[in-house]
């Protein structure tokens, strides 16, 4: 439902990540069924199922592109002010206007010139730009410091408000 929050909890291995994985489909279902809306995921063409779905992962993807195409890989035709309120709404506006070239500031070798905590900032941006109504949160602020996760929970939190969030 809108607005709720389901959290997997478990040991490592238990296979919080593996339920993830089915989620979104990038395994297939062996036995059982997991529904959307009603609908068995596997009637769901995966293309559609993976468009209503936003992911946050620990182990962000950053390409060499522009901070500005990097979130925009979120929603291909969304526009420089859609991108840069996503940034907004993902706390990551600040940290990106003090790059050398804002938005326009190319990253390189999946960010590396980035902490992992602006790169998480830029992976719940690309989230939020999508405006997709389900959120999958795998661990998302596990590898980052207790000051930047306070900024990274923040914009998880706006980010959630109002869609369905796996946790």
């Not at 526009?79 to 050398?100: S, Y």
């Not at 990253?107 to 992992?116: H, I």
Request: proline share 2%.
């Amino acid at each position: 439902k809108p607005g709720q929050k389901i959290a997997f909890v478990g040991s490592t291995g238990a296979g919080k990540t593996t339920i993830t994985n089915l989620i979104n489909r990038f395994y297939d279902i062996q036995d059982g069924k997991i529904r959307y809306d009603g609908i068995n995921i596997n009637k769901i063409k995966k293309a559609d199922l993976r468009k209503s779905l936003g992911i946050v992962l620990q182990d962000t993807h950053l390409f060499t592109a522009t901070v500005m195409d990097n979130i925009r890989f979120g929603k291909l035709d969304a526009t420089d002010e859609e991108v840069i309120a996503a940034a907004k709404l993902a706390n990551a506006d600040t940290f990106i206007r003090q790059l050398p070239d804002g938005y326009n500031t190319v990253l390189t070798g999946d960010g590396a010139n980035l902490s992992q905590g602006q790169r998480q900032l830029l992976s719940i941006a690309r989230a939020a730009v999508a405006d997709p109504p389900v959120l999958i949160l795998d661990e998302a602020t596990s590898s980052i410091d207790t000051r930047t996760e306070k900024i990274v929970q923040d914009g998880m939190d706006k980010l959630m408000k109002g869609r369905t969030t796996f946790v």
